[in-house]
């Protein structure tokens, strides 16, 4: 994992000011579109049903998440040493899901000193792409890691927070440019047995729910 440790200091400084500022958007659900090249785009709504479209959760929060398998856009931003804030965009889909015993197995095969699972929860892996699509600077990278940036929530709204953590092969880890893709693995540990959704927290805030199932 690399972490550029200045940089991240002055982000979290610009970060502070920006949820002073705002008081609490960090929970916030981040603007996303599903991309989908199959489904043509509808046209102009009525006006009914714009109502009706407001009354439904935002797509990517927790009771509205990404359907498992879409690939999601999500918007964001980066920074630079100045502070200054470049819109981007990158595409996030999980292409596949290995829960319990297979799970473990498979990151036993990843790294022999993986734990099993503690009393009452299972592994859950996710193989999950990212692609780095838009941005208003190619001159800043994008970082993304599937610890820092990613938990897994069981249905009942559980988020472990034990002390043990699965490494995988390829770990999802990655500094990119505008342009770029890559793809790995995810673990978490969930409930045994409850559905559940993987969590992207951006740093400086905001968040986007994806279905696991």
Known sequence: MKINFPNIFK??????????????????????????EDEKQEEVQTEETEKKEETKSKLGSRT????????????????NDEGESFPIKFDLTVLEVI????????????NEFNEPAPEGYEW??????????????EDL???????????????????????IIGT????????MYVGNEKEGYISGLVKTGEKAQLRYEEMLGGNVFLNLQ
């Open 124 to 137: 859950l892996l996710a193989k999950t792409k990212v692609k780095f699509t838009e941005s208003a600077t």
């Open 168 to 175: 995988t092969e390829p770990e999802f880890s990655y500094e």
């Open 11 to 36: 982000l979290c400084l610009t970060g502070l000011f920006i949820v002073t500022v705002l008081g609490g958007c960090g929970q916030d659900t981040k603007d996303v579109t599903i991309k989908d």
């Open 99 to 110: 829960r319990g015993e297979d799970a473990y197995q498979k990151l036993k095969s990843m």
């Open 64 to 79: 509205n998440p990404v359907p498992f398998k879409k690939t999601v856009t999500v918007e964001d931003e980066l920074y």
């Open 141 to 163: 990278s994008f970082h993304i890691d599937g610890i820092m940036n990613f938990e897994m929530v069981s249905k009942n709204g559980d988020i472990y927070s034990g002390d």
